[in-house]
């Protein structure tokens, strides 16, 4: 975690394994802020392992949004692919609706009620 003194963080996320002794991250480069939520979602039709979703918020300065006000949020889906052995990037999208930021909730909440958005996206192959 990587924070610069004010009032955010940054996080990178990894899913080590050990391969001929050594630490690999099954996971491409994913980094996200205070802001943010990430869960682990058992959906075997969509991937052997669990996938690795997130969202992540999109500060838009021009409409003048605070750090903490309500967002949209980026969402990104990341499958195991058993071809090269690791997570791969499925499906990635802007939310339509804003969410609450940390200003008006104790946590960021974003992805359950974008759960059949995600779906979605998963069943027809977009994003």
Known sequence: MFSGCGSGTLTH???LTVRDGEFVDLLPNVELTNQSEFR???????????LRVTADFLWDFD??????APHRYEVHV????A???RYLLRISYATKKKYPGLEN???VRVL???????????????G
């Open 78 to 81: 990341y499958a195991f692919d």
């Open 105 to 107: 909730s104790d946590e």
């Open 40 to 50: 682990f979602w058992d959906w075997p039709h969509f991937s052997t392992l669990p």
């Open 13 to 15: 996320l990894s899913l």
């Open 112 to 126: 359950e009620a974008e759960n059949p958005a995600i779906l979605t996206k998963l069943q027809h192959g977009a």
């Open 83 to 85: 071809r090269t052995d």
């Open 63 to 68: 409409a003048g949004e605070t750090h903490f």
